[in-house]
């Protein structure tokens, strides 16, 4: 079944266990539904829990916050992630420190949803991936939707716990059918699955076991999914091995499965659509050289996209925007290098 | 109706908060005197040295935060602003938790970390980001809706916060569902230090009424009077209706924060004279009111010697 089905499937499925759970957010009522669709059909069968709003992102945040506050597990979906930076103060002064700042009297577990990215020809305000500045706020975790982490297990994890989250969907995945690991596999790639305490699960995909891979390749929603072609096909065609890394929660970070994989290849390409520098793979950069600085071959490779505006035009989008070529591009120059 | 004679919390000094018994209008003042006593405790101890950050006292204002919370009972929730030593104090009584936390004492109600803008305790929440608040306290009104249950969620904010956005999004929404959510503008004239002629195009009340927001205006330093209007805004917005704005014009006779008032002396002198303590003290017996002030005089002594000497 198609991502976006799946995860309005688990959203009916919370607020069918939970009557703590409301979802707030634009045009979400039916027959509209929301602009991808993913709460199409809530609103008729929830009506008092699912609410649509004006357009009003810093509202939203902080309505939400205050359910939380009062018990409640609020859902709020901003329709294009661009307009994260309209919640951001709600996000980072209020959402974020509650918990701490009112020294553990009070808990704050706000899940916001967002619809990111581009490659749509939305142009330059409704194709972003804004999450980077969002990466390193304290006392928030962000987890981004991919193809290989059932969004029940996500959800699941965010309602059980106390702490506030950003979750990030890629506009791109909606349509897409999930493939989460079925008997050690995804498709023809072996999977294998990391799981840190208190961590949502890393996937780790390669064509080959992963003591034969050369290169790990660290990338996180929809491009984790393009990342996934690319090594699939580089192997067969090329016998360029990498193994791929694909974490649920990009901040606070998981490493130990970054550090298993790069401890055996030595070499670490970083892959993501936000804009270049400061980002969530020159964090990673950082990270890995300190802890692994002897057992790298070569300087980690962080591929992100073009720091400007998005365009609309698609052959200028594809030259702005992280897409296939420039990751097998990265891939090819790693294996140049082992060789 | 009201609960204008609700006792005081559960192991709150009642030379502070109220001795069982006395009229109302004892009680009233001996709230209103603890709030000035403790502000004015507050800035001696920061000459002293004594305290962390910055402070922003309430003096002038303590007739809003008795008034109002008269009327909130157990369940009801209030979420204030940097300005919020007062709604605390006659919400809880709670002296020594604060006095402590503004200390950065491990005792303080939020163990020091949150000091004198950031406090939180049961049915009462601060944060230091003006007009932020305002969605926060509209959200647990949505939750005290969903629950079904008729409790009021309400929020004190300052005329010069009327200039966030997020304000109006809040009312909006607020409106449209109908929240039970109480809206205390208190209007002391000054945003640290903007007139509100430098801050506030058109008119104040007519902000809310585009909301089709229910708007009480009153000019006055009267806890009597402003009891009377808050208990009945509380009991309106309590019965379902949904929000309201009770607009109070004030004034803050101290400086915003520690030293920084380049506000017009003579102005400041004028409303030294229509204080709350002054309005409401005329309706007391000298002796009865000397009496009141030496019990919270000497219980707050006690306050700041624990608090000194705790952890
Ligand atoms: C969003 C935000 N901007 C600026 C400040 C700094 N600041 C603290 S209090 C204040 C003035 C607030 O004025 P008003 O809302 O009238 O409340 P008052 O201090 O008069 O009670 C300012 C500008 C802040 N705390 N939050």
Redesign the interface.
């Known amino acids: 079944m198609i991502f976006a089905k799946e995860l309005g499937d688990t959203l009916r499925g919370a607020l069918g266990d939970d009557e703590r759970v409301?979802l707030l957010g634009e045009d979400i009522a039916d027959p509209y539904g929301g602009a991808f669709k993913v709460t199409r059909g809530l609103s008729t069968a929830f009506p008092?829990?699912v609410?649509t709003?004006?357009i009003?992102e810093?509202?939203i945040?902080?309505?939400?916050?205050?359910?939380?506050?009062?018990?409640?597990r609020?859902i709020a979906e901003v329709m294009f992630g661009d307009f994260l930076t309209l919640m951001f103060?709600?996000v980072v002064?209020?959402i974020a420190?509650?918990q701490?700042?009112?020294?553990e009297?009070?808990t704050c577990p706000v899940i916001i949803r967002a619809a990111t990215g581009g490659h749509r020809g939305y142009g330059p305000t409704h194709s972003q991936s804004l999450e980077k500045h969002f990466l390193g706020v304290p006392h928030l975790r962000v987890v981004a939707a991919s193809l290989y982490h059932d969004p029940r297990e996500v959800f699941a994890d965010f309602l059980r716990r106390d702490e506030p989250v950003l979750y990030v969907e890629h506009k791109l995945l909606y349509p897409q059918h999930l493939t989460p690991p079925v008997g050690g596999r995804v498709g023809d790639l072996i999977a294998t699955s990391d799981n840190s305490p208190g961590m949502l699960p890393t996937i780790r995909l390669s064509a080959v076991p992963a003591e034969d891979c050369t290169i790990s390749v660290l990338a996180y929603g929809y491009q984790a999914m393009l990342a996934a072609q690319v090594i699939e096909r580089l192997a067969i065609e090329e016998e360029i091995f990498a193994e791929l890394i694909v974490p649920a929660q990009i901040a606070p970070m998981d490493w130990a499965p970054v550090e298993r994989s790069v401890s055996v290849t030595g070499r670490l390409v970083t892959i993501e659509e936000g804009a270049d520098g400061w980002s969530w793979g020159s964090e990673a950069a950082s990270v890995i050289s300190r802890r692994l600085f002897g057992r790298l071959r070569q300087p980690v490779d962080v591929v992100a996209s073009e720091p400007t505006i998005i365009p609309s035009s698609k052959p200028k989008e594809a030259d702005v925007l992280v897409g296939s070529a420039r990751i097998e591009a990265a891939l090819r120059a790693a294996h140049k290098e082992s060789r | 109706m009201s609960t204008a004679l609700a006792p005081a919390r559960d192991g709150t000094d009642e030379r502070l908060t109220g001795v069982p018994g006395e009229p109302l209008a004892h009680r009233r003042y001996r709230r209103m005197r603890f709030i000035r006593r403790f502000e004015e405790t507050l800035l001696q101890l920061f000459e002293e040295g004594a305290l962390n950050g910055t402070t922003h006292a309430c003096i002038g204002q303590e007739a809003d935060a008795v008034a109002v919370t008269e009327h909130l009972a157990d369940g009801d929730h209030i979420f204030s602003n940097h300005r919020c030593h007062g709604h605390y104090l006659a919400h809880s009584g709670d002296a020594l938790g604060l006095m402590a936390e503004i200390m950065g004492k491990e005792a303080g109600v939020c163990r020091g970390l949150g000091g004198s803008q950031h406090i939180c305790a049961p049915g009462f929440k601060s944060n230091g980001v003006q007009g932020g608040i305002v969605p926060n306290a509209a959200g647990i009104a949505l939750a005290n809706q969903l629950s079904g249950n008729d409790a009021v969620s309400v929020v004190f904010i300052g005329d010069g916060t009327l200039g966030e956005g997020v304000v109006y999004e809040t009312l909006n929404m607020a409106a449209l569902w109908k929240l039970p959510l109480l809206v205390v503008c208190e209007d002391n004239r000054w945003a640290q230090s903007t007139p509100i002629a430098a801050n506030l195009a058109g008119d104040m009340a007519s902000r809310f009424a585009a909301f089709g927001v229910p708007v009480r205006e009153v000019d006055s330093t009267d806890v009597q009077e402003l009891s009377e209007i808050a208990g009945a805004e509380v009991a309106a917005v309590r019965s379902g209706e949904g929000p309201r704005v009770l607009l109070i014009h004030t004034y803050r006779l101290c400086h915003h924060s520690k030293s920084d008032d380049e506000r017009p002396e003579r102005e400041i002198a004028e409303r030294w004279l229509v204080e709350p303590l002054v309005v409401h003290g005329r309706r007391l017996d000298e002796a009865d009111r000397r009496r009141i002030e030496d019990e919270v005089e000497t219980a707050l002594s006690e306050v700041v010697a624990t608090a000194r000497a705790s952890a």
């Open positions: 409301v008092q829990r609410r709003t004006p009003s810093g509202a945040a902080g309505i939400s916050a205050g359910l939380a506050l009062a018990g409640y609020p103060d709600q002064n209020h420190k509650y701490k700042m009112y020294a009297q009070a």
